[in-house]
């Protein structure tokens, strides 16, 4: 009985892309149906270990490529775990992952498939690149149950029951008319050759009455001897376990030995996966057991904030009998992580010693990686020394909190700092003034993240971190203007303190401001002004937060002008209305959106209209 069924809406539409991109790289499909093949012998392997009783039986896996001249067809078989029907249903005709669907959504048209391949690897349907029908014939292990499935890859696809010898999936492609240089074994050797020949099983090519020859060495990379391997080959291999194009920023391949014995070949990619901030971030390494896979989602297996790393992590000495979930408590998957983020750590330290290349890294994964200061307490001084910032003094390139050190001039042990949300407008903030003007660097944060990592880390080697609000600093900026009268002025922020009340807690004058006429803070101790906005950004917090102080520059013009209309009664209004402004400018310069925009625009357009 066939069954005709219909592509999910994500699936019509990537299948759109795939098939009328013009995307020159076609032999990609190939990679992907090997690669999913490979997982296929991995899952079986890993299943028949952990249910011995189903006595399944054992034949030598292995994954064949059978080109067919005769009827231009291609077909990438294999002897891993198959597919029963809500497989196919919910594997073939679905996407699974995460954001595909999302991404999918929100792209223009001409997404072209190379970003899509990079960003979550198309997978199975890139079939549909070089084919017009594709069938595929599939058992899973332990079922009698045999079907096929077919479809153009435009109005569906169809599944009926069928028959088969033994399990497995077999994938045979109808080659298009411009992809018929896939039945030719010169070029299907080339190709296998260069993309999969990493892969742990042999890929077979079948040649007909030629007989059969395996292409790749199929021997598992990591278990190779460094000496042994090219870039080259840890390049394709990084590019099968990312499914980046690009070359990997780092590569660590390593074998501990001694009570616990592992080995690693772990990289850190050029650029940033496009899942790094989902909220079910998992570690992207996969986890093996003396060459068997187990899982690529064992949590613990490296802390969150080191989830960009990419590659395999093999061990002989773990049980293979438990579940993942036993699997992961265990205090072996604990010693392996130690040891693996020292290693992680040391290796990133030597890559700080490239700028440029340092650069790289930290653009694309600082802001996970900077999680590691308050997640990784063994770490955190580690981590903070290997973050980067940007500074009063670096405002173009990246500074260190070593380098801040370094750099220091006054014997304050102190390290100062800021948060918000943009380099430019932080840089900018009235409440610098005097620490520039002092020559004190100050590190300026803009990411969310800082607010809360700053709250764990105090101290760095001996100094304390900072907030500039909560710099107990004696500094002064050098003065020439006049100063407005201290009982015109008293009287001024009294009625500033009046009048906006309900918005800050107190008005009063400061020492600090160079240029501007008025900025805020907060009270010692309390939370800042960007923390707050984050807060209410979150829907944590609605109202202003009562600690916010409102400072005046009484050596600014504006400031003395306004004092020397205070005791004028019929200017009370303007001085009300330029206070206004005042207070609104000063949220301005904080990042802050003004409370009342249309009344600020008005008083302004009104104000500007008098001067012009
Ligand atoms: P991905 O491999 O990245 O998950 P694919 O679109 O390539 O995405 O495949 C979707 C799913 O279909 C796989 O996760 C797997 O469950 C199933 N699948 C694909 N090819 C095979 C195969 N040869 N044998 C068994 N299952 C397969």
Redesign the pocket.
Known sequence: MAEKIGFKTEVNKLLDIVINSLYSEKYIFLR??I???S??ID?LKYWKLINPELKIENTQYKITITPNKDDNTLT?S?N????DKD?LVN??GT???SGTAEFLNNTKENASAVDLIGK??????SAFMVAQKVEIV?KKANSNEAYLWISDGIDGYEIKNTSKEGY??S?KLYLKEDAKDFVDTIYLRNIIHTYSEHIDYPIVLNLGDAGEETVNTNEALWTRNKADITEKQYRDFYQHVTKNFDDPLVTLHFKAEGSLEYSGLLFVPTKAPYDLFQPDRITGLKLYVNKVFVSDKVEGLMPVYLRFLRGVIDSPDLPLNISREMLQQSALIAKIRQGTVSRIIKELKNLAKEEEKYNTFWKAFGIAFKEGIYEDFTNRENVAELSRFYSTKSIDTLTSLDKYIENKKDKNKEIYYITGDDIKTLNSNPQLDVFKENDIEVLLLNDPIDEFWTQTLTSYKGYELKHISQAKLDLSIKREGIKADENKLNKLLDNMQEWFKEEVSKVEATEKLASSPASLTVLEGQMSIHLERLMRNHQQKTNFDSSRILQINPYHPLIVKLTSLIEENDKTEVVKNVSMLILEQAKIAEGEAVSNPQLFNEKLSEFILKAI
């Not at 979550?120 to 349907?125: A, R």
């Open positions: 992907e149906l690669s999913n093949s997982d296929a899952k990438i294999d891993g775990i198959g597919m497989d594997h073939i996407i699974a992952k979550f690897g198309v997978g199975f349907y599939t497995g999936t994938i």
